[in-house]
């Protein structure tokens, strides 16, 4: 199917190229005046050039979210902060098309899926958040010390950093500014250099939505610079980092000078098992979309298959089918069902793992390849790919491929395949499809990992709690548990001596 042309908007964001970086409530280049160039993965096509800000404009940031944080962000009355947040939302829903056109663009996302899930799940995050403010209760403790009263205050912790990959920018983004914001913190995005303009031009939404100057600042450029230099600065109080887990460790290390707040959300290699009694008319495109959806480069992709082996021949014969019947196109095209690979160092990472499987001896069933002919030698497409007789201990079944490959295992028992499951560093997220009852709730909860979906697969909400195990990380966002990590709690005891 033709690309239709983009949505006006788009095209008028784009031409606002060269993009700059938002401090202060005010788009500014860099203090070196560096850029650097987004590519469409889709096609090669150049989209914009892009601020690539340096450690003196981190500094320039923390500055101005600090003034902001002392200046009255944290002292708004918590309707006011609600309203300004609500308002920021609407205007997210309102240009929701756009937005979804942007990322496909930018990080190579089929539109149908940025459409339909990224850009209402953005607004819908920044929905949820907005009502917290005024909700956000302490409590009176009852201690055991006569003549005292003691309650909780919940204080926001200060200037945020928040570090975001290139995968899903939209909904990591404002998975973790909402929240920070409701709780009265300042906040200083760094999205992903290969997924930045959506979140560019929700940093002009919110300037339009009223957020007054500071508040909220985006900063675009290498992470090995301006994300180390987050992570290390005395003027941070916390970040909120979703990545690799290298990436992670690098974080822990330089945080350690002034003691701040972690969440670390890192890399995966979820099991998803299907069970003989599973309804398979389900779990079979359940299983498909897990592991294939958005390419693969999701973190929570259904990375590892178990399949009871009563069903194994079967659930792979028509896994294979649905495979060779995907269509891998152009990010912008309505019918695209896989899109392309971000870059071209993330498409050798993952030709490399499947050349590790076949070296490992894994029988390649489907895929393999990168595309080259016509169209698709202008970007990163590789076909879905399929292996059996893997091996636990295999390269392909440890680390993390983050592209469209699949290993399939057998499995006898449910002992045997909740070990095989849990044998792994990560533990971010499991998918099971099973219709008995009580092994879907023995299996959920024998499963090392932080979110755990039966007959179903890659929900989330703002209700819901997210975040991993193990080397997937600690800490969390959504819940009650990410309003929790943006806050610190005071005791203020009061003496009330007998009159
Ligand atoms: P990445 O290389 O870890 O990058 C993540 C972010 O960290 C980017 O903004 C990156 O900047 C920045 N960064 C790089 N070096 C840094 C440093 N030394 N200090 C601070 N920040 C630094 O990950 P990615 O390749 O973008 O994304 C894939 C990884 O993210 C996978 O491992 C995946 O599992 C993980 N992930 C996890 C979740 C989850 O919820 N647990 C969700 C999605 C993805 P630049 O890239 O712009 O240089
Ligand atoms: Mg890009």
Redesign the pocket.
Known sequence: MPIPPLHPDTQAFLARSPHKLLIDGAWTPAASGATYTSISPSDGSVLAELASAGVEDVDRAVAAARRAFENGWADLLPRERERLLRRWADLIAAHADELAELESLDNGKPIHHTRTIDSRVAANLVYHFAGWPSKMVGYTAPVSIPNHFVYTRREPVGVAGI??????PLI?GMQKVSPALACGNTVIL?????ASLPLLRLGELALEAGLPPGVFNVITG???VI??A??EHPGINKIQ???????GR??IR?SAGNLKRLAL????KAPNIIFPDANLDEAIPGAFRAAFGNTGQ??VAGARLFVHVSIFDMVLDTLVTMAKEARIGHALDPDTELGPIVDAVQTKTILDYIQSGIEEGATLVLGGRRLSDGDYGKGFYIEPTIFTDVRDDMVISRE?I?GPVLPVYAFETEAEVIARANDTEYG?AAGIWTNDLARAHRVAAGIKAGVVWVNTYDLFDGAAP?G?FKG??YGRDNGLEVLEAYTEVKSVWIATPEA
């Open positions: 570090i975001i990959p290139w995968n899903y990591h760094k999205p992903a250099q290969l290498r992470g090995s994300g180390q987050m992570a980092v979703t990545g690799s887990t290298a990436v690098s974080v330089a959300e890192l890399g995966s999701s973190c993390e983050f971010l997210f991993g997937s990380g």
